[in-house]
């Protein structure tokens, strides 16, 4: 059953809807009403969800879609981000001429990476054991579009992001199991480890470690074994 042209595009920001041009394969239908959800791509018995945040809001829409379908969660992570302000919020901002409009760009000093995933699986953590279920984390480069508000404080800036842009698809890693992910990371950690030894590995920040272990744990492919200092320690299950 279809759904109302366009009801799924009415708040849609530029990086889902080219991404969800990328994926749609010819003969596939976009904004597909199934169960009751609202899906991006429907490509014959394949559904193809774009997900640009967290993924809080999939706990309960994922889980109904895999009972009878299989559900592919291409989700973009930004390993290059240009930020640009914008200070005429009314006004076009050409990637070629980015202070054209009055309008700064600069390169952000955070990348995100293959393993940046673990965030947002904290909400789903033991999905990715579904047979029906694939995640493609697409690595990217991306723009970021801010304009001043000045409802937001000064401690934060007084920006607000209003969209975000694909400028190029870097890779893309295919991933269907907490297994491929951990598969990444298992030569570079000890036999005991925590989780700033899983964020040294992940050349990443403490909490992302600890995003990590967690979901590991529910995937139950790592075990607490003890601690060090105030630190847990964590062990491979044996199978």
Not at 165 to 182: A, K, P, W, Y
Request: proline share 5%; with cysteine.
């Amino acid at each position: 059953m279809s759904s109302p042209v366009g009801i799924g595009e009415l708040n849609e920001r530029s990086l889902h809807r080219t991404l969800k041009a990328l994926y749609a394969a010819p003969g596939s239908l976009s904004e597909q009403l199934i169960d009751g959800y609202v899906v991006d791509v429907l490509t014959g018995a394949r559904i193809i969800e774009i997900h640009t945040g967290g993924f809080s809001r999939l706990k309960r829409k994922l889980p109904r879609l895999l009972e009878s379908r299989s559900v592919t969660l291409v989700h973009p992570i930004a390993k290059d981000r240009f930020i640009i302000k914008r200070t005429d919020p009314a006004g076009d901002i050409k990637r070629t001429d980015p202070a054209g409009d009055g309008a700064t760009r600069r390169k952000s000093p955070k990348h995100g990476s293959v393993f940046s995933v673990f965030a947002g699986l904290t909400s789903i953590p033991k999905l990715l054991a579904h047979p029906n279920f694939t995640l493609e984390a697409v690595i990217t480069v991306e723009e970021e579009i801010r304009v001043p508000n000045p409802r937001r404080n000064r401690g934060r800036g007084g920006w607000t992001a209003i969209d975000r842009r694909l400028v190029e698809v870097l890779e893309t890693h295919r991933i269907e199991s907490m297994g491929d992910l951990f598969a990444m990371l298992d030569a570079c950690l000890p036999a005991a480890f925590t989780t700033a030894d899983l964020a040294s590995a992940m050349h990443a920040p403490r909490r992302l470690g600890q995003q990590a272990a967690f979901c590991l744990r529910e995937a139950g492919l790592v075990e607490i074994c003890g601690k060090t200092g105030n630190a847990l320690q964590y062990r491979r299950c044996k199978r």
